[in-house]
């Protein structure tokens, strides 16, 4: 990965330690591992939540069951989404930020985004799609407080830059199933924008 500009190292990012200690107090007791993925000439963004542990040992992004379904989303295969010069994937917290009492994966340290965000979005200038996954990601990017559910439900709204999705992991699969008009709707137009910025 090449850096853009002289002021940013990605290996700095790469051995960020600003959360060793709230991890090491989360039940996981982990070690920072920041995971993304992409070089200049990337022409779409995944700005996701965050990674969840099996990507935290994979080191590399949506390595897991809500992958797959992201892919298939999107209508491509690992080939295409794991090309570095075409696909950026830039999470809201560059670690797995460790599992809350019920298990669930703990929110992105708002830290993560303040420290990082904006220089690593000034690494990709060619970027003409940004898939939004989740809540974190569409406050972030839209500067919105609507829910999930009202911001995908407007997708229209934010194209053509912005396309946000719920967040594709089995936790979803309510919503999913309640929501139809999502899969029906959406999910074309997600692969058609998706075929036209790789071209
Ligand atoms: S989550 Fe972000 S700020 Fe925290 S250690 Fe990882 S890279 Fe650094």
Known sequence: M???????????????????SRFAATATSHS???VFQGQAPARILIA???PGVRVHES???FTDP?????????????????????????????????YDAKSADLPPPP???RKWRPAMLSQFPNVLLTILIGGYAQKWHLQTRSSVHSVVANWQVYLPHFL???HPSWRNNAWLKKNEWFEA?????LRQKVQEALL
Request: charged share 20%; glycine share 6%; hydrophobic share 40%.
């Open 59 to 61: 080191g590399q992004p």
């Open 185 to 189: 709707k959406v999910v074309p137009v």
């Open 111 to 113: 830290l993560c985004a």
């Open 164 to 166: 946000p999705l719920p």
């Open 2 to 20: 090449q850096p853009k500009t002289a002021s940013f190292d990605f290996s700095d990012l790469k051995a960020c330690k600003l959360c060793a």
């Open 66 to 98: 809500s992958g797959d379904r992201l892919r298939a989303w999107m209508g491509i295969g690992d080939d295409i989404f794991y090309d570095a010069k075409r696909i950026a994937i830039l999470p809201m917290s560059f670690c797995f930020p460790g």
């Open 48 to 50: 996701s939540q965050a």
């Open 32 to 34: 920072p591992r920041p």
